[in-house]
């Protein structure tokens, strides 16, 4: 069946270029995940308002973007918005923005989520100690939530990650597209595509041990 | 800023490109329907295999279904479609349709998800009734079959419908191997017609509306599920 020779060395000669392009998806994932909790904060801030006019553009904000693909974004900043503004984005702003924007709805639920699993009785508790509002919520309550929003932000993490390997469809010089370049020079497809698999599975594997380890460490005695 | 405000001006819409777009977007929908249905039924019955296989009483059974949702679950469909469709194709000599390619890392991907949906919701049945199935006189698989899957999966459909959703969205990026679904026949209309802004909102509409009515016909059924338990 195999008539096909294996030839691994089209990998090892370029593993430079290959760990290179996939320390640009680690970096572009980090950045998007930062801005996206920043954002997606802010928008849990707004649903908890308990104010109609700032709950309901957040709650249908979060619909609009959990409801499209990642792809669609991606294209639509970089070939859309770019031609409607008139700003060529590059590859990698387009990147983070569509990563940041479809991430922040999911961070949003998450901290939604997470702000209200904090038992009520702990802010009631902080008011009765005489503390004003903005401490209770930076001094009791978020620090709590955090601590439940955790797991499923490094979920969001991996989501982010993997969606990172997406951005060579608008041309960013990722891991895969350095794959895609090895296997066209080459032609030898199997082994770049099954040599960035792994590298995806193992910084998933470690990332989630870096998570359970944050976990840990933030547990309360 | 009032370099901006000129260009936003000097940008004339043609929002006329989606009404002659439909036609080619309607075959895009029913495109990206089939791939989404066929890899649901697909990764809802493997899944249920590798459930199984996690939950066997053999021991290596049990460590080749963990590796296989743990790898699965962290690979992306873009790599695991570009190995199949080139990688797979270039090795074994097997030459596949971008849809099948598709369905296959769609149907693979989702099944190490819906393993996992599975096996919590396995879990979350109440010993009590395994128990009262035995003492009842069922066999194994008799109690499995009738009285803890029907349970299990009521349990699971929330979360199969959430996965059943990621399908949808992800199954753009098949796209890319070039498939004529709502993405596909996205960019190829770009090509034609050079409206991305108005193309690719247009698309993002369409996605969100049968996203939106998955939700609605979840909600439907798992109140339909629920009609004698209340």
């Keep these: 069946m195999l008539a096909y020779t294996f030839h691994w060395t089209a990998v090892l000669d370029n593993r430079h270029a290959i760990l290179l392009g996939a320390w640009l998806d680690v970096w572009v994932t980090v950045i998007s995940f930062v801005l996206a909790c920043v954002l997606g904060m802010a928008i849990a801030l707004l649903r908890v308002s308990g104010l109609r006019v700032l709950s309901w553009p957040a709650f249908a904000y979060v619909q609009l973007v959990r409801g499209v693909p990642l792809l669609v974004f991606l294209y639509w900043v970089y070939f859309g918005v770019a031609v409607v503004v008139h700003v060529a984005f590059t590859g990698v702003q387009a990147a983070i923005i569509a990563l940041a924007l479809t991430g922040s709805a999911y961070t949003a639920e998450i901290f939604r989520a997470a702000l209200g699993g904090v038992d009520p009785g702990q802010a009631e508790a902080a008011t009765a100690l005489g503390f004003p509002r903005r401490s209770t919520f930076r001094f009791v309550v978020f620090p709590q939530a955090i601590r439940i929003a955790l797991p499923p932000l490094g979920n969001t993490f991996v989501g982010l990650l993997k969606g990172s390997t997406l951005i060579s469809a608008i041309g960013v010089a990722d891991m895969v597209f350095v794959a895609q370049q090895i296997n066209l020079s080459y032609f030898t497809p199997f082994e770049p595509f099954t040599a960035v698999g792994a590298i995806l599975v193992v910084l998933v594997a470690v990332f989630s041990l870096l998570v359970t380890g944050v976990e840990r460490a933030l547990r309360l005695p | ?230």
């Design chain 2, 1 to 230: 800023m009032s370099l901006l405000h000129v260009s936003l001006i000097a940008y004339s819409f043609r929002w006329s490109v989606i009404r002659e777009s439909f036609g080619e977007l309607e075959h895009g929908v029913k495109i990206t329907l089939e791939l989404s249905c066929f890899s649901l039924a697909l990764s809802v019955s493997l899944g249920l295999v590798v459930a199984l296989c996690r939950l066997a009483p053999l021991a290596p059974v049990r460590l080749v279904a963990y590796v296989y949702i743990q790898i699965f679950r962290a690979v992306s469909l873009y790599i695991y479609v570009l190995w199949i469709y080139f990688g797979l194709a270039g090795a074994t000599g097997i030459n596949l349709s971008p849809l099948t390619a598709g369905v296959i890392a769609l149907t693979v991907l989702n099944s190490a998800y819906m393993a996992e949906i599975y096996r919590s919701a396995l879990g979350a049945v109440d010993p009590g009734q395994h128990e009262a199935a035995t003492s009842l006189g069922l066999g194994r698989i008799r109690c499995f079959a009738t009285v803890i899957l029907p349970q299990a999966i009521r349990i699971a459909v929330p979360s199969l419908v959430n996965q059943f959703i990621d399908i949808v969205k992800d199954s753009s990026i098949v796209a890319i191997i070039g498939t004529t679904d709502l993405m596909g026949a996205t960019n190829q209309l770009v090509g034609y017609y050079r409206a991305p802004f108005e193309l690719y909102t247009l698309v993002a509409f369409f996605y969100l509306t049968i996203v939106l009515m998955i939700s609605a016909l979840a909600t439907l059924l798992e109140r339909r599920l629920r009609r004698h338990l209340t």
